[in-house]
């Protein structure tokens, strides 16, 4: 038998967190300026994704993808309503609870993957286990597992201005499931890769997220990218609108 991905935790709270939904939107709003000079992005916003959900996030330029995306990964606060991560209110916690959160629950990919220049694809994924205070002997054994479960083994020891895009995207897959997260936020994470290339990183995203049942929200513009996950969610007008399954 392989061994596993990730090291099982026992703890009560965590096992209750499974049950809860991975994140959690109630009448979220985001407004910006004061007075009679506002601007709402949306409004209302509410919504769930169960654990091991995959769920595309879409709408125009301007519609507030990248706002949805901060509030929901605690990088700012929503204008009124609440976000709950695996049942927990986040919205009146202090910065300090809030790093936590961000640390242990949640992974983030961005369209670009911000890997640090200095050290090889292994380091980088060691990195963030290490802040989360594991062990190093831990920490770069996931490592190997990580990179292996993306494809890039023969590729740990070479820094990211060695790797091609889609190589550099996979490492920092593998950086934002470093430290187990509940929930994967996503930023148009393919954007910049050719469409064979992002094809292929893509679906190693969704199937690492399925397998090991972590939630991620994915923002695109690429409905081609939206057909294949659960459920997509469009920012529309200012509204969340559960869009369901999109069919191909």
């Given amino acids: 038998m392989s061994e596993p ?3 099982t935790q026992s703890s009560e709270p965590r096992a209750r967190a499974q049950s809860a939904p991975a994140l959690a939107l109630k009448d979220v709003s985001r407004v910006f300026g004061s007075g009679s000079e506002t601007l709402e992005i949306f409004r209302g916003a509410t919504g769930q994704i169960m654990p091991g959900e995959v769920v595309a996030l879409v709408g125009p330029s301007g519609s507030g993808k990248s706002s949805l995306l901060h509030i929901c990964g605690l990088l700012e606060p929503p204008s009124s309503g609440a976000v709950f991560i695996s049942g927990r209110d986040c919205s009146r916690l202090d910065d300090a609870e809030r790093t936590r959160i961000r640390r ?3 992974g983030f990919v961005y369209q670009f993957h911000h890997l640090l220049p200095e050290f090889n694809a292994l380091e980088n994924v ?5 802040i989360g205070g594991k062990k190093p002997r831990e920490s770069e054994a996931l490592a190997k597992r990580l990179l292996q479960m ?8 070479h820094r990211p201005a060695k790797l091609s895009g889609g190589e550099q995207q996979r490492v920092a897959i593998a950086r934002a499931l470093a430290n187990q997260p509940r929930l994967l936020l996503a930023d148009e994470p393919t954007g910049n890769l050719d469409p064979k290339t992002a094809d292929m990183v893509f679906s190693v995203l969704v199937e690492l997220c399925r397998a090991r049942g972590v939630a991620a929200l994915i923002a695109t513009h690429n409905l081609q990218m939206a057909v294949k996950m659960d459920r997509t969610w469009l920012l529309h007008d200012g509204k969340l609108i559960d869009a369901g399954k999109i069919k191909a």
């Avoid at 060691?126 to 290490?130: A, H, R, S, T, Y």
């Avoid at 993306?150 to 020891?157: C, E, F, I, K, Y």
């Fill in 150 to 157: 993306v494809g890039l083994s023969q590729r740990a020891t």
């Fill in 104 to 106: 242990e629950d949640l």
């Fill in 126 to 130: 060691v990195m963030p286990q290490l």
């Fill in 5 to 7: 991905l990730y090291q």
